[in-house]
């Protein structure tokens, strides 16, 4: 990232992804993804890197949702008794603001994982799904099985939420994406409108043009065949018809050269009117992907709160009749899940 010149601190633009003249919503949306992304409970293998970043992007967020602070720190680069010139921001203020943004029991949900999830995920992870299976028929009423298994539940409800808050972000990228097809598609329509507008203008102008060379045409040929029907070719006198001679070819002559810009006019809209309709099937098509993948986002949030509001209701279960066969059994696959795409994501990088 590049330096701010006054003080080295890193630009909050840069820090939250986001262009200068962003709105509050992209902003609010921007800190959202990243507050999550390197939340220090998510990260338990590097807190303190993770805990660095979460306080920036808290900090930077700060500053830039305030109207006043954001243009002081636009003209000066820093914002006095704000941390980005004094250092007064820390960790429990971001934390703070990250309740406020994203609710009180979103990010107890995860300080729930951090501070009684990580002890005892090692002595459920370890042993294979069934052999946990075989230690709860033996030991249902363990104190150390009955917190290991309400550890295991918040840590599955936990990673329920966070899953509905990541679906959620992608649900408002597949609405601002409709909407862009949708606003692209009108756009599109007006600019056709416009151009056949002015396509079928010129060519009325040049059909008009065509007609009156033509009207010409026939009324010198009129008054043609009226002299030569009065008095013979040999009585009318030269000069008059070296001109009507004349007269006649270069009506023709014109008459030609219209025919041939009408000609092109109309080849030119019936190609414009192809053209455009083909953009137009394409945002079209654009538009019906960009509503299936908003159903189907849908679709997937639902599912990924109904699987939230199971594992909370799992954990209540758990914290009133103590461990169980299946609530082990679900404990055991999340968390071995959680390790088999960890591992995946570790090889990708």
Not at 156 to 168: F, M, P, R, S, Y
């Amino acid at each position: 990232m590049s330096r701010r010149p006054n003080g080295g601190h890193q630009d909050f633009y840069e820090v939250l992804g986001v262009p200068r003249n962003v709105n509050d919503a992209e902003l609010k949306r921007a800190y959202r993804q990243k507050a999550i992304e390197h939340h220090p409970d998510k990260n338990p293998g590097r807190v303190q890197e993770a805990t660095e970043a979460f306080k920036l992007i808290g900090e930077a967020y700060a500053v830039l949702r305030d109207p006043h602070l954001r243009a002081d720190y636009d003209s000066n680069g820093c914002v006095s008794g704000h941390g980005t010139c004094d250092q007064t921001f820390n960790i429990s203020t971001a934390m703070d603001l990250f309740k406020d943004v994203l609710g009180e029991e979103f990010a107890a949900g995860l300080a729930r994982v951090a501070d009684s999830v990580a002890p005892k995920v090692q002595a459920v992870t370890e042993p294979l799904t069934s052999a946990i299976a075989n230690a709860v028929d033996c030991c249902s009423k363990s104190d150390v099985m009955r917190e290991a298994m309400r550890s295991g539940l918040d840590s599955i409800a936990a990673d329920a939420e966070v899953e509905v808050q990541d679906l959620t972000f992608h649900e408002e990228e597949c609405i601002r994406k409709l909407d862009e097809c949708n606003t692209r598609l009108r756009e599109h329509s007006a600019r056709y409108h416009r151009a056949s507008a002015i396509s079928q203008s010129r060519l009325d102008h040049a059909s008009r043009q065509l007609l009156v060379v033509i009207l010409q045409m026939l009324g010198i040929s009129a008054v043609v065949i009226a002299a030569v029907a009065w008095m013979s070719i040999e009585r009318l006198p030269l000069w008059v018809v070296v001109v009507l001679i004349l007269t006649m070819v270069g009506m023709a002559l014109r008459a030609l050269k219209l025919w041939g810009v009408f000609a092109a006019e109309r080849a030119a809209k019936l190609l414009e009117r192809d053209k455009e309709l083909k953009a137009g099937s394409s945002l079209k098509m654009s538009i019906r992907r960009a509503k299936h993948n908003l159903l189907d986002a849908r679709e997937r949030v639902g599912a990924a709160r109904a699987k939230a509001s199971q594992a909370r209701g799992d954990l209540m279960a758990a914290e009133r009749d103590g461990a169980s066969f299946g609530g082990m059994w679900r404990v055991g696959l999340h968390f071995i899940n959680r390790a088999t795409r960890g591992r995946h994501r570790n090889e990708l990088a």
